[in-house]
Nanobody
Framework: QVQLVESGGGSVQPGGSLRLSCAASGFTFRYYDMSWYRQAPGKERELVAGITSSGGRTKYADSVKGRFTIFRDNLKNTVYLQMSSLKPEDTAVYLC?????????WGQGTQVTVSS
């Protein structure tokens, strides 16, 4: 059974850091590009960061460049999102995405709340 299970979310103060993890199973992880998306209430789902199957290339939303880092461990079938200098506007549900076109898988999401 295909699963993408996010963890590591929580509540932090502005300026704080969190590391999100997404554990994959049920498919050949190393062949899939991985991404993190986020969705806040009343807003469109937004691509936050992406990484190619080999980990050789990454991309980021302008709003998180310099603050977030995506990386993966293909031996552990896990992709991570390291978030630093967090801002209230980063508050959202963060979702893990796996893609090998035309196949797409989604996780259920993990809540990140940034507030004082």
């Amino acid at each position: 059974q295909v699963q993408l299970v996010e963890s590591g979310g929580g509540s932090v103060q502005p300026g704080g850091s969190l590391r999100l993890s997404c554990a994959a199973s049920g498919f050949t992880f190393r062949y899939y590009d991985m991404s993190w998306y986020r969705q806040a209430p009343g807003k469109e789902r937004e691509l936050v960061a992406g990484i190619t199957s080999s980990g050789g290339r990454t991309k980021y939303a302008d709003s998180v460049k310099g603050r977030f880092t995506i990386f993966r461990d293909n031996l552990k079938n896990t992709v991570y999102l390291q978030m630093s200098s967090l801002k209230p506007e980063d508050t959202a549900v963060y979702l893990c995405n796996a893609e090998q076109a035309p196949i797409v898988y989604w996780g259920q999401g993990t809540q990140v709340t940034v507030s004082s």
